[in-house]
């Protein structure tokens, strides 16, 4: 019973997570607040899933003082950052066969 809960619960979790980052990577530059008030989360719900999506490296921040006030701001990583260019070039690259 306690494994079927833990399966539901971890399922739960990479779903938020991927909500969160589908709305990022719709809505480039938002704050956590912005992000709380668009998803109807608590801003620490959002700071949580932030933390996950930072720490996989698919999403990065931008620091901003507003005021005197530090603002980070979120946007999605490149896809480009996670192509190994170097397969790629290998990849084309006819195999040398030799007879």
Do not use: C
């Not at 607040?33 to 996989?56: E, F, P, R, T």
């Amino acid at each position: 019973m306690l494994e079927k809960a833990n399966k539901i619960r971890l399922f739960n979790a990479m779903k938020n997570k991927y909500f969160l980052y589908e709305v990022i990577n719709k809505n480039h530059g938002l704050t956590i607040y912005d992000l709380a008030k668009k998803v109807n989360w608590s801003s620490g719900k959002v700071n949580h899933y932030i933390q996950k999506l930072l720490k996989d490296k698919v999403i990065e921040n931008s620091t901003e003082i507003d005021n005197g006030k530090v603002k980070k701001h979120y946007s999605p990583v490149s896809y480009k950052e996670f192509i190994n260019w170097d397969e790629i070039k290998e990849l084309k690259t006819p195999p040398n066969i030799n007879k």
